[in-house]
C-alpha cells in the first residue's frame, strides 16, 4: 500500500513511524512533511490541493490521511474524493464541527448530546443579560478558529462582559469573534477521547490527558500542548461506555442526518463532572501530542485500521491495543509560545541502553534538515515517547531519553502524567 499523510507536525510523524513499521506499506510519502519525515518516507511540497490529489493518482497512492484542522477546514478531502480518492478525514462540511463554536453546540443541543447550558448570539444586549444569569465564572468563546486562544475563563460578570464586546466588535479576533458562545463554567477533570470513525461506526481509542500549560504544576501560558500520557486510570469502563452511547452515537447519527457524516478522527473535549462526561468541545483531528503517544499503543497495523476508516469498513475491523501505557513529554524552543527561537543544532547520543532503545522513540516536528544534519527550528521542537508496563516505567523512558537529546534553548516540562501519579 502507497501511503501519503498530509501535514508536518509530530502527529503526522507519529502515524509515518507506525506506517512505516507495518509491512504492508510499500512507501510513503508526506505533504509537506518537516526536516525529519524524510527518515521515513518522502517529502512533496505541493501546496495547492488540486496539484496534491493529481500527484496522488499520478503516484498510484492508495491511501491519504489529513493530519491537521487547515487542509480539513479548506475542504481537501472534498478535493480528493472528487477525483475518486481514498482520504481519511472530514469533508468540509463535517470540519465545522471544529471551525465553528456555535455549529458545534447547536449541533450538540440539537441531538442531545451533553455539553456545558450556553447562548450563543452576535448581539451585545442578549449576551450580557445571559451573562447575568450565570454564577461567575463565565465561559466566553469566539465562534471560529483562533489557534488555541479564543476561549476565556472570565472570574467576574463585569470580565466577560469586556470579553463578549471586544470578541463582537471584531477587536479581539477579527471575524472569528463576531459570533460568540457564552456557557456555564464546569468544574471537573478534562480528558480527551479519540473516536476514529468511517461515517457509521467508530473505533474509540484509549483516553488521554494532555497538559496545556507551559510550566510545571500547570502554570505559565498555554501552548499546543507539552505533554501527555495514555491510557488515564481517571477513566473506567463505565465512562467509555458513556461516551460511546451518549457522545460518540448521537454525534454519528446527527451528522449523516445533516448529511455530512463524520469520517475522520472526532476528537471529543471532555469534563468530567461528578462521573458524568460532558463535552466541552469536537475537533475533527488527532491531538498533539496525543497522537504521539496513542500511535505506539495501537497492536493492530495502521494501514488497516486508517484504510478501513477511509473505505466505511470499521465494522469488519477487531482492533487491537497494546496491554501499555505511553507517555510523551514535548521538548520545545527557548521563546515557545511567544515567538521562534533561532535555529539551533539537534544531537541525540548514541543509545546504549536496550531498555530505552527499544522502549522510547522520538517524534520530531518543528524541524529542518541541512547537510546531514538536523535543526530546531522553533515551537515544539520533538516529543519523546516512552512506553512501558506502567505510567511510571513509561516516564521515566520517556525522560531518559530527553536527557539524550540537545540543542541550545532546550525547554521541557519535568512532571508530564503527574495527575496519574499522584
Ligand atoms: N464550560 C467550560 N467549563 C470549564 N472550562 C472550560 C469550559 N469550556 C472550555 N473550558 C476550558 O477552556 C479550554 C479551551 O476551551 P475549548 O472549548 O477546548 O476551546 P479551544 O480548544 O478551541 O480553545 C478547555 O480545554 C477547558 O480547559
Ligand atoms: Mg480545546
Known sequence: MRVMVIGSGGREFAIGRVLKQDPAVTKLYFAPGNGATTMLGENVSIKDYGELAQFALDNAIDLTIVGPEGPLSEGVVDVFKAKNLVIFG??????????????????????????????????????????????????????????????????????????????????????????????????????SMFALCDGKDFILLPAAQDHKRLLDNDEGPNTGGMGAYAPTPLVDDVIYEKVKDRIVRPTLKGMQEEGAPFEGVLFIGLMIVNGEPITLEFNVRFGDPECEILMPLLKTPASELFYKAATKQLDTLNVEFHDKFAVGVVMASRDYPYSNSEPAEIVVDEIHHSEIAENAHIAYAGVSAEDGKLYATGGRVLVCVGVGESIKEARDRAYMLCGQVHYAGKKLRTDIAYQALR
Open 90 to 191: 472530514p469533508s468540509k462540511a463535517a470540519a465545522q464541527l471544529e471551525g465553528s463554536k456555535v455549529y458545534m453546540k447547536n449541533f450538540l443541543a440539537k441531538n442531545g448530546i451533553p455539553t456545558a447550558r450556553y447562548l450563543e448570539t452576535d448581539h451585545i444586549g442578549d449576551a450580557f443579560k445571559f451573562i447575568e444569569s450565570l454564577t461567575p465564572p463565565v465561559v466566553v468563546k469566539a465562534d471560529g478558529l483562533c489557534a488555541g486562544k479564543g476561549v476565556i475563563i472570565a472570574m467576574s460578570h463585569e470580565e466577560a462582559k469586556v470579553a463578549v464586546s471586544e470578541m463582537l466588535s471584531g477587536k479581539a479576533f477579527g471575524d472569528a469573534g463576531k459570533r460568540v458562545v457564552i456557557e456555564e463554567f464546569l468544574d471537573g477533570y478534562e480528558l
